[in-house]
């Protein structure tokens, strides 16, 4: 194998089979009428399969650890046996009724990378690991970051207990897809061993569209809270309970939404969405005696996102006690902004030049993998441009092209960084 040689960039092969995956990784669904693939479920294991299989077929061992990672490893030149690897990946798990692209395009962008290094027969001085991280959207525990944060050890307990929407404990759910919560101090990685981590990621936003570029590099990624709340209320009859002596769990809620909006609305970099709603008993002759909901709230400003969960936090309090609704908020998530390394965002800029692009830099509203591994080691990403900036949707589309774009750059930015 040769030491690394000046232009690398990716091989046809490699290139080609970037869009041939998404499409097959799409087939990997938990419904045949919509994309999702949930933390911990069959098809969970299926997708790592399939990762695994593409990862060996590039020339990497592979494994998968206690929380459902699954990593492949391609070693350094010889003479550095045991280096430290530059990790590169995103998440193999979606939202419900996802797009294609939303953490596969990262997978398979680092994949392409190192099939492309194989293909020539080039080893760098780190070892390079391509990880498909286990679950970062956080659809059936409501703590995001699992795959990550069980890297970093900063995996939080509070998970182990939570249900999923069928009354599944979290720990039976890891038992049932074959691991088990015992071990997952075993997924931990020291920072010695990880040089730095790199992610491609769709943008989820219509900058890089809107400028006519294909790629970006990302200076930091905003920070954000998540909230289960219960409302309590009383159950009756619709027809004969007088408006002011209903106890109606549903109208406070609506109440409490109409809050979050208000709140979020007044920042630049804020926002906050209520996504997910239950309603109970849920007939239309009677009025609603419980009702659950969740609460996303984001800002590029730590200190701004603070201030607002406190905002929403005592302004639902005060909603609830004049409604007489009994109000229980559980803070199921936070993860702060983080900045992204400077010498990774050189080493990305001078990617993009040298292969004639023009630089853009650029924020994440959205959270991703990275934010976790900023925990132990350097991070960097890279955003590709997706149509119409609409994601975590059956929409969500990139162009082949510009799938591309991202791994020949994700290629030249971990050449720079070896340099
Ligand atoms: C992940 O997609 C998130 O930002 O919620
Ligand atoms: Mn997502
Ligand atoms: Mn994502």
Redesign the pocket.
């Known amino acids: 194998m040769s030491l690394m040689p000046e232009n690398l960039t990716l091989t046809t092969g490699a290139a080609e089979r970037i869009m041939q995956r998404i499409q097959e990784a799409a087939s990997i669904s938990e419904s045949t009428q919509y994309l999702s693939r949930r933390f911990a479920s069959s098809e969970h294991q299926q997708i790592n399969t399939l990762a695994a299989q593409w990862m060996k077929a590039a020339g990497m061992h592979t494994r998968e650890d206690a929380i459902g990672n699954v990593i492949g490893r391609y070693e350094a030149n010889d003479s550095q046996t045991n280096a430290p690897a530059i990790m590169l990946g995103?998440?193999l798990d979606t939202v419900i009724n996802a797009g294609r692209y939303?953490?596969m395009l990262g997978v398979l962008c680092a994949l392409a990378v190192v099939e492309s290094l194989n293909e020539q027969e080039v080893r760098l001085p780190y070892a390079l690991e391509v990880i498909g991280f286990a679950d970062?959207?956080g659809v059936r525990y409501q703590s995001t970051y699992l795959g990550s944060r069980a890297i970093t050890g900063h995996f939080s307990k509070d998970v182990l207990n939570r249900r999923d929407e069928d009354g599944i404990l979290f720990v039976d759910a890891l038992k049932q897809f074959g691991s088990n919560v015992d071990n997952l101090a075993s997924a931990i990685r020291k920072p010695a061993d990880i040089y730095a981590y790199l992610e491609v990621?769709i943008e989820q936003g219509p900058v890089l569209e809107a400028k006519g570029l294909p790629v970006g590099v990302v200076s930091s990624i905003a920070g954000a809270n998540r909230m289960s709340v219960s409302l309590t209320g009383l159950a009756g009859h619709a027809g004969t309970v007088p408006m002011n002596l209903r106890q109606d769990a549903l109208a406070a809620a609506a109440e409490c939404i109409s809050l979050v909006e208000s709140v979020c609305s007044n920042h630049d970099g804020l926002v906050g969405t209520v996504g997910r709603i239950k309603a109970k008993p849920g007939a239309s002759n009677v009025i609603t005696g419980d009702v659950e909901f969740t609460i996303d709230l984001r800002a590029a400003q730590d200190e701004v996102r603070r201030d607002r969960v406190g905002q929403v936090v005592e302004g639902m309090a005060a909603i609830c006690k004049r409604r007489s609704i009994e109000i229980g908020i559980e803070h199921v998530h936070e993860a702060s902004s983080v900045s992204c390394d400077a010498h990774i965002m050189q080493c990305m800029q001078s990617a993009l030049r040298s292969a004639g692009m023009d630089v853009l830099v650029l924020p994440s509203g959205?959270g991703?993998d990275a934010a976790a591994m900023a925990e132990i080691t350097k991070m960097g990403m890279l955003f590709v441009r997706c149509a119409g900036g609409v994601s975590h949707h059956p929409d969500e589309s990139v162009t082949k092209e510009d799938a591309i774009a991202g791994a020949d750059i994700l290629l030249k930015s971990v050449v720079n960084l070896c340099r």
């Open positions: 995103s998440h939303d953490g970062e959207e990621h959205a991703h």
